[in-house]
C-alpha cells in the first residue's frame, strides 16, 4: 500500500522541521517546500534517513503545482517572530494572503485535507482571558504587529470561504507560543533570546517591567496536537497552547536558573502592541482531540537548555576546527 504524501509549507523551519519528522514517523512521504527566508537546510538535512523526503526550495507566493497524488497540504510557511516580520512586513502579508490562496487551490485540486498553521497572535492584545476560539481578538490593524496579526486573520479568512464555497476539507490550529530544539539562536522571541544570553553570560533582556504573560508549550506538544487535528474532521481554529501562564520576569529568572547564570536582569523598553496576558482555553482540543500537553514548563525548557548548549559547544569545536585546518 503505498505511503500517504504530505506537502508542508515552511517545512525547513523550527516548526515545520518537527513536523516533517513526525509526518514520516507517521508513515507519510514528505514534501518540504520552503524559501529559506527564516528556514535553514540544516534543519531538515537528517529527514532522508528517516523516510522518503524531497526538500524543494519554493516561495508559495509563486505559482504551487505538485505532480501526482497529494493526501495533506500543511500551510506553515510564515515569518512568526517579531523581529522577522518587521524586517519583511510585505513578505509576511504575501505569504498569509497570496500564500494560504496559492496552497488552498493545490488542496483542492488535489482533495487533499488542508491544515492551517494561525497563531494565538490573532487574539491580539486580548480583553478576554483566558482565550477561547469563540473570542474575536482585539487588535491594531495598522500597527507594527498587524502585518503579522492580519495576515494570519486573513489566512482563517480565506480558509473557512473555501471550505464553504469550495468544499475543501480544512482545519485550523491557532498556535501559541512553543519552544525546542532548533529555534534560532538569533530570532528575537524571549526563550532562545534568554537562553543564548544566559549561556554567554550577559544581562538577560526583558521588556518593559516583565509582568506580562506568555504560556509555552513544547514542540513535540505542539506537534502531537497538530497530526491530531489533521486526522480528524474537525475544522476549527483549535487552541494547542499549554495554559501554564508565566510572566516574562518569571521566564528570565527561570532560564537562569537552569543555565546556572548569575547575570542581572537589564530591562529594555516595551514592544508597541505587546500582549499584556495570554493564555489558551484548550478546552476544545481536549473536548474534540484528546489532547493535553504532556511536558511541563520546566523540563521543556531544560531541553531547550541543553540543546542550546550542545549546538554552542557543536559551533565553538567547528570553528576551533577550522582555525587549526588555516594553521596547518
Excluded at 7 to 14: D, L, M, Y
Aim: hydrophobic letters at 40%.
Amino acid at each position: 500500500m503505498p505511503r500517504p504524501k504530505a506537502i508542508v509549507t515552511g517545512g525547513a523551519g523550527f516548526l515545520g522541521s518537527h513536523l516533517c519528522e513526525r509526518l514520516l514517523r507517521e508513515g507519510y512521504s514528505v514534501l518540504c517546500l520552503d524559501d529559506f527566508s527564516t528556514g535553514s537546510p540544516a534543519n531538515v538535512a537528517h529527514l532522508p534517513e528517516h523516510g522518503p523526503f524531497r526538500l524543494i526550495r519554493a516561495d508559495v507566493t509563486d505559482f504551487v503545482h505538485v505532480p501526482g497524488e497529494v493526501d495533506a497540504v500543511l500551510h506553515f510557511a510564515s515569518p512568526a517572530s517579531p523581529l522577522d516580520y518587521l524586517r519583511m512586513p510585505i513578505e509576511t502579508l504575501k505569504v498569509g494572503s497570496i500564500g494560504t490562496l496559492h496552497t488552498l487551490g493545490l488542496a483542492k485540486e488535489k482533495r487533499a485535507r488542508f491544515l492551517l498553521a494561525s497563531t494565538s497572535e490573532a487574539y491580539g492584545d486580548p480583553q478576554v482571558h483566558p482565550q477561547p476560539e469563540t473570542y474575536w481578538g482585539h487588535v491594531n490593524p495598522v500597527g507594527p504587529r498587524g502585518v503579522y496579526d492580519e495576515a494570519k486573520r486573513f489566512a482563517e479568512a480565506m480558509t473557512m470561504a473555501y471550505r464553504r464555497a469550495e468544499g475543501v476539507d480544512t482545519a485550523i490550529v491557532r498556535i501559541f507560543n512553543t519552544h525546542g530544539p532548533r529555534m534560532r539562536r538569533g530570532d528575537g522571541r524571549a526563550v532562545p533570546t534568554f537562553i543564548r544570553q544566559a549561556l554567554a553570560g550577559e544581562p538577560l533582556t526583558v521588556a518593559g517591567e516583565g509582568g506580562q504573560t506568555r504560556s509555552i508549550q513544547y514542540v513535540d506538544d505542539l506537534v502531537e496536537g497538530c497530526l491530531r487535528l489533521l486526522g480528524s474532521t474537525l475544522a476549527g481554529p483549535v487552541n494547542i497552547g499549554n495554559p501554564q501562564e508565566i510572566s516574562i520576569i518569571e521566564l528570565a529568572a527561570t532560564v537562569q536558573r537552569l543555565v546556572g547564570s548569575d547575570e542581572p536582569v537589564r530591562h529594555i523598553p516595551r514592544p508597541e502592541d505587546d500582549p499584556t496576558v495570554r493564555r489558551p482555553d484548550i478546552t476544545l482540543a481536549t473536548r474534540e482531540l484528546g489532547w493535553v500537553p504532556r511536558i511541563d514548563l520546566i523540563e521543556g525548557l531544560r531541553r531547550t537548555v541543553d540543546w542550546f548548549r550542545a549546538e554552542a559547544d557543536r559551533c565553538a569545536a567547528a570553528t576551533d576546527g577550522s582555525a587549526l585546518t588555516r594553521a596547518v
